[in-house]
């Protein structure tokens, strides 16, 4: 007698259902032209470097058979899971078969070379461009969301053309600013014009049916994605491109540099001292030929990472490649027989030598540690380092197209006041006198020791027996009397160094250091002439990255000081010729830096500003974070299945069919929004027939006069059994495994 | 799946009815015994109307009268008809009343010629009372806006206080009085549309179609053949008020109904399709009507299943939509939405 059915009372209140329309109406014929011209203009401008005029063709039938075969597939009723598969895999295939035809041999010699290429490109900028085209254009014409892909793939096309131009890096396409810097106009003005044009009209062309708001969000994600473009392409393709523009090199031009100076090293007599030519000149060549890059533009030959803040104390850093010490007729030259305190191999981590030390000179006393991190553009015959390195040890090369070598360093740097240094003899007294005479031998000629007594003489009585001040004497001669010039070379006299020390007085940086040398030798002071790089930090701004030019080459005369170690004693002539140091590329400085920086060790393992952006931290966050909503949403399922066995009596109609509502989410099946729970519980009961009298016992509970709880929890045992029975066992299993089933109970 | 709780413990909660009628003891099982027999009356003799008989079900057991909005010839007559036939006088009455009339109005209709007149009795030398059509049990009134607003308004009054005056006296009609109103929603030239106000006063306004293939042909099938009617059994006038007593008195409407259909009500007005919304009378109205559905329905509580079924008919004919609208039931199946679905949550609320 209750039998009546609710569908005659209900009918009304039903909403009506509105059919799939059964035609399918796509855009207007107008709105596609527009848009087919502008993704050729777009993606054809990107693909242009890229291809051949083959696949520049190929792309160009592809972009407008994918047009076309779009919307006939779309005004066919073409189903919208079968276009986006197709077209995915239409442009998978197109891309292996083309991998494959550049890639395989017997394809290539059946085809020969030109043809292979020319089929793989056709394969690739044709099918795979057609495929992904296609499922693009059936998305946009299915929904208006999907018309964003459509905009947002002109956006990523003319993005990634222009990103090719920052760095004033004038490549492709060449006839815009060719055609602009000929005309005296910044070229990338007119780009960036081209580009927001190109933007905003895609914008206009493709947001026009939609409101304001909508307009204006659509046009920030587009710009998001083309920062984000500019951005990946940043990280991935500029980089390195910038940096041999930098160099002023190419790779080929590299390997022709490490060509010419194996040839260079053939011919043995040439007079390449500085650091920059790489060969430490042998015995008999002489040092003057400084062979000086005059370029306009100098070269980077490496970066130097410091671990902890240093300023040196006159605000130049001496980075030492080699010492010359052994008297040599007319000049010094490199000898290993003295100098182990000069690090002049490579630490090799590949044979597992591991670092390499120096034989300790300098006394920790008068001198603190500096950890640097070197990494070397240019190639050079000795490691490049900070003095007075200590310690080398190998370090992965973050980069290896751009740098030769990556080492640590760990120097002595003088600290503390010159002063300090005063009252010590040069000569340790365990010298032998084969080393002592190494270290003082001079010139055949007396005119060195007669100048540097006249010197000496004038000097305060107190320190008249003090060999530092004496040195210091000698150095404030050559400062006051020298001219900095790199004009006058000497290198016709027989001995270059006499010919400037008596008698102009102008020369460079080899002169005024073996002109100390010698007179400090002649009062008896151990010295010996440093080769490396002198940076000039005062003109730098701070950054604990050094990138050194190779016009930094210098050379300059350290002392030794017994109990101390060697000195670093450069002379700096107060009248030169030389224009203001060049000013650092800060850009270049960083760039390199952080590239340098990408290694993972990187020697920075103590440092504990190691990465500038924690990425590792925020992804193991977001890991965890997502694991400990995963735990708590398993906890509330759980606590949520249990409920019923130990919950309250009172409220056991509410758990129960909460459990049994949460088993059925678990498995997809929900109530929708309108639906009484009744006619739920009518709907699945060919699942679990007794959730309609579970149902009744919670409406019963909650709006009447309550309930039996054993019975109800019987009903629900019922409920558990006939769910059990009634669902495949696999989709209980995912059911059971599905963490948030419970959050679509309603 | 009866959730009905034992008979016993209803019974033993049912209070005594002293105070009206004859004082007759209630079970829910005996009060769904009462209404399946009225049901069955009507069934038996009316094909294919199964919603409608429980619609005009639930009207007479709510305490309500109906308005079917139908086309002529379309069984109108015979469903109250049957109505009146399964009610039995059991004799309560000191004069005995008629269970079913049928009047059909006219523009020339007077008030008296359904009220009744006061007639000047020769013998005694005084005035008496002479009882028009509405007073019966069960009272059809055909195409009710056919005729002037002036005969509307005395009905009016007669099924809202269930009396009639005539000349300043008050004659009070039966406790059971029903009425079922028709109209025809298409053949409106000459007429006088009721207004809302009067309108109001329906519980429900149930809007019939045409009934299906195979109850037609049935139809067709049984005419003219004699009707065993008599064999059913019939619910006697007492049995009948008991039940609304019973109905009103035992079956649960809890506060979160109340708030679901408050909440209705002022989605409803709040809607932008509706000028004029419901009006708390029709709240008021609503009750009996959900816990008469519930009773048929083997509850003893109302539910929100039940609010869900009565909406369309309890509301449509309550408001005014805004000119373009034409479907009611649309507004009103958007706005019952979220008060149910705030319903259901409710009772998943430890």
Known sequence: MTATTANGLTGGADPQRTDDAAKRPSESRAVMGVKLLMALAALLFMLRPLTTTAGLVAAATAIVAAFVV????????????????????????????SNLVRDAGWLAGLLGVEGAIIASDVLLFGGAL????????????????????????????????????????????????????????????VLMGMGVTIMLLALVMFMRRQGGLKAILSMLFAIIVGVGVYLYIDDDKVQPAVLTNGLGLTSDEQSDNKDSQSNNDGQSDQNNDGPSGGNGGGDGDSPYKQ????????????????????????????????????????????DGTYDHDVIDVFPQAASGSGPVAAAPSQNLDFHKKVPTSVYLIAQHPQPVALTHATELKPLDNPNSRVFTAAYGVTSHVLAGDMRRLLGRPSVPDEWTDEQRAHYLAVPDDPRYEALSDILVRDLDPRFRDDQLMKALVIKRYLEKEGYYTRTETHTDESDPTASFLFGSLRGY?????????????????????????????????GGSNLLI????????????????????????????DEPPTQVVDQDLESLLGEMAREDPTGGRADDPNKSPFPWLTILWSIIGLLGLLLLTSYGIKIWRRLKPRFGSDSGSHVWTLRAALDRLADVGITR?????????????????????????????????????????????????????????????????LNPIGWAFTR | MSTLPDAHDVAAVAPPTPSAGPSLSMTADKAREVTSRVQAWMSHNVMGRDDVIELVLIALFGDGHVLLEDYPGSGKTTLANALGNAIDDDGHAEDKLPEFRRMQFTPDLLPSDITGVMMFDLESNTFHFRRGPVFAYVVLVDEINRTTPKVQASLLEAMAEKQVTVDN??????????????????????????????????????????????????????????????????????????????IREEIVVSPHIHVALVDIARALRADKRVIQGVSTRSLVLAIPALQTLALL????????????????????????????????????????????EALSRATLRG
């Not at chain 1, 492709?172 to 060719?178: A, E, G, L, N, V």
């Not at chain 1, 030798?521 to 490396?532: E, F, M, N, T």
């Not at chain 1, 016009?551 to 002379?571: K, L, N, Q």
């Open chain 1, 70 to 97: 779009a919307r006939w597939a779309y005004t066919r009723g073409m189903r919208q899971p079968a276009a986006v598969v197709g077209g995915v895999a239409f442009s998978g295939l197109a891309w292996l078969l």
């Open chain 1, 130 to 189: 057609f495929g992904v085209l296609f499922t693009i254009r059936f998305l946009a014409q299915s929904g208006r969301l999907f018309t964003v892909i459509e905009a947002l793939l002109i956006v990523f096309s003319v993005v990634y053309t222009f990103s090719d131009h920052r760095h004033l890096r004038l490549n492709q396409p060449r006839f815009f600013s060719d055609w602009a810097l000929s005309n005296g106009i910044d070229p990338t003005v």
């Open chain 1, 291 to 334: 062979n000086y890059d005059n370029s306009d533009k100098p070269k980077p030959v490496a970066v130097v990472a410091f671990h902890d803040d240093y300023e040196a104390p006159e605000g130049i850093l001496y980075f030492r490649q080699q010492v010359k010490s052994k008297f040599n007729e007319t000049h010094l030259a490199a």
């Open chain 1, 509 to 541: 940086c080899v002169h005024f250091a073996h002109s100390a040398a010698f007179l400090f030798r002649s009062q008896g002071i151990a010295s010996r002439v440093a080769v490396g790089y002198a940076v000039d930090t005062r003109k730098r701004s």
């Open chain 1, 549 to 576: 030019y190779g016009s930094a080459a210098h050379a300059w005369p350290e002392i030794h000081i017994a109990g101390v170690g060697w000195v670093t004693f450069d002379i700096y002539p107060e009248q030169s």
């Open chain 1, 672 to 736: 929708e929004h309108g639906e009484t729970r009744e006619r739920f519980a009518a709907r699945v009961a060919e699942t679990t027939p007794s959730l309609a009298a579970l149902t009744s016992a919670n409406l019963s509970g909650a709006l009447g006069r309550g309930t039996d709880p054993r019975e109800t929890s019987r009903i629900y045992d019922a409920v558990s059994s006939e769910f059990r029975d009634n669902v495949h066992w696999f989709r209980r299993l995912l059911g059971n």
């Open chain 2, 169 to 246: 006296e008050t004659h009070q009609l039966d406790d059971l009085f029903f009425v079922i109103a028709t109209q025809n929603p298409l053949d409106a030239v000459g007429t006088y549309p009721l207004p809302l106000a009067q309108l109001d006063r329906f519980l429900f306004k149930i809007k019939m179609r045409h009934i299906a293939r195979d109850a037609e042909l049935e139809v067709l099938a049984s005419w003219g053949k004699p009707r065993k009617a008599t064999d059913l059994p019939k619910a006697s006038r007492s049995e009948i008020l008991a039940t609304r007593r019973f």
């Open chain 2, 297 to 340: 329905r083997g509850r003893d509580y109302v539910s929100p299943e039940d609010i869900s079924d009565l909406a369309v008919p309890l509301w449509q004919h309550r408001m005014e939509l805004v000119p373009g609208i034409d479907d009611a039931s649309l507004v009103i199946s958007d706005c019952i939405k979220p008060p149910l």
